[in-house]
């Protein structure tokens, strides 16, 4: 698994839809970007592992639970392995925005979680892909190579001028580009 890069991915926005001013509480929230399957099943091809870090304020603020963001999580893994994708690891920042901890991105905390969990992951080998700026910040404080997948729109702005390795309009067409399709 050394020999392949891995892949941090953001949930919200990359590989479900992000709810505009809410949160995905339920699995029956979840809803994938377009091409998810196709798009997983070929990033499982060019990845040693997939691992999924994500801001879920929504816990912080009492919005929604533990419990239930793992439902979503379970029903996301099931989705893109039913489409012949995986996800190696999920790593979750449960803390409000202003909360001052190491694990909300762009802070780094959910990184060294994964390679505690996985030290065969090779930082100097690896990509993060987000849709906001601080997923983009995360990558490149870990010195990875970043890619932006569409983007939030009240970010476009910071987002455009900032320097980001790859753009692309969604998860599946940055996974058909690494797979060279």
Not at 27 to 45: K, Q, S, V, W, Y
Not at 64 to 90: C, K, N, P, Q, W
Request: glycine share 12%; net charge negative.
């Amino acid at each position: 698994m050394a020999a392949q890069p891995t892949l941090f991915l953001d949930r919200d926005g990359v590989i479900n839809v992000r709810p505009i001013g809410d949160y995905v509480r339920t699995p029956e929230a979840f809803i994938a970007t377009e091409g998810l399957g196709e798009a997983m099943r070929l990033l499982a091809g060019q990845f040693g592992r997939i691992i999924v870090v994500t801001n879920q304020a929504g816990i912080g603020k009492g919005i929604m639970t533990e419990t239930g963001l793992s439902a979503v999580h379970y029903f996301m893994r099931e989705t893109v392995a039913a489409a012949g994708g995986r996800i190696d690891g999920i790593y979750h920042c449960p803390h409000a925005k202003d909360a001052g901890c190491r694990c909300r991105k762009p802070a780094t905390g959910m990184a060294w979680l994964a390679l505690a969990d996985f030290p065969d992951i090779d930082l100097e080998n690896a990509w993060m892909a987000g849709d906001s700026v601080s997923d983009i910040q995360f990558g490149q404080a870990l010195g990875l190579r970043t890619v932006q997948i569409r983007g939030k729109v009240e970010e476009a702005e910071t987002l455009a001028a900032m320097k980001i390795d790859f753009r692309f309009d969604s998860l599946l067409h940055f996974a058909r580009y690494i797979a060279g399709c």
